[in-house]
């Protein structure tokens, strides 16, 4: 899957998973809220169940819509290159994990709001800013006439090449938290292992071949993923 290098519109793709992002949206408020885990429950034989604690519900239903919107900000201004339909249906795969997938694990959880929610919280409002101001930073610069061609190295980018990578895994993770799940950290440790092996790689490969000496030196001086670490 060619995901680099083409500039392109993809008006179709892109419509269709704005639809399929937005029913999913739909389906987490509907097991969050309206019986849906007991429906969904019920298909394998189990349930009913209490419904967990409302607040921890209500936040995880605000963390979706935030994500929402900062989805509808890259597909809309932010996403210039071509998009095939094996991303669509991956990045709706990925988008059902974590918006129907968090849903599910957290939706029993009768625990109290406490501190390690807050630290969810923080995580995720984080993780979020990272991704889409770094993300906004860059596409501003990248639209002035002087910087055509050019390295983006600065901005939050000067902390690790792939900032905005690290942030999702952040909001992410910020999200597993709240559920308060042990099994919610697969979908964190899913997603660093497909940035490590298959998207870092991928990009790495194309913006060294797109800029040259000035990538090897931005490599050379700078963390790949996590500011300060790796």
């Known amino acids: 899957m060619q995901l680099y290098g083409n500039v392109e519109k993809s008006i179709p793709q892109k419509t269709v998973l704005k639809i399929v992002e937005t029913i999913i949206v739909i389906l987490s408020g509907?097991?969050?809220?309206?019986?849906?885990?007991?429906?969904?429950?019920?298909?394998?034989?189990?349930?009913p169940f209490v419904a967990g604690d409302q607040q921890r519900r209500i936040i995880l239903f605000g963390f979706i819509l935030i994500t929402y919107l900062r989805f509808w900000v890259t597909i809309t201004v932010l996403l210039q290159r071509r998009m095939p339909w094996e991303e669509v249906f991956s990045v709706?795969?990925?988008?059902?994990?974590?918006?129907?997938?968090?849903?599910?694990?957290?939706?029993?959880?009768?625990?109290?709001?406490?501190?390690?929610?807050?630290l969810g919280i923080v995580i995720f409002l984080f993780g979020g800013w990272l991704n889409t101001v770094g993300e906004l930073k860059r596409y501003r610069w990248k639209k002035r006439p002087e910087n055509k061609g050019k390295l983006y190295t600065i901005g939050y980018f000067r902390y690790a090449m792939h900032i905005n990578y690290f942030?999702?895994?952040?909001?992410?993770?910020?999200?597993?938290?709240?559920?308060?799940?042990?099994?919610?950290?697969?979908?964190?440790l899913w997603l660093f292992s497909f940035f490590i092996f298959f998207n870092i790689p991928k990009l790495d490969a194309y913006l060294s071949g797109k800029y040259g000496k000035a990538f090897v030196a931005y490599r050379k001086k700078t963390k790949k993923l996590i500011p300060f670490v790796y």
Do not use: E, H
């Open 30 to 47: 509907w097991i969050l809220f309206y019986g849906g885990f007991d429906r969904v429950a019920g298909w394998f034989g189990t349930g």
């Open 167 to 188: 942030g999702d895994i952040l909001w992410v993770s910020g999200f597993a938290i709240l559920t308060r799940n042990w099994y919610s950290a697969i979908i964190p």
């Open 92 to 118: 709706s795969f990925a988008f059902a994990l974590y918006y129907i997938g968090f849903s599910l694990l957290g939706y029993q959880n009768q625990l109290p709001l406490a501190g390690l929610d807050i």
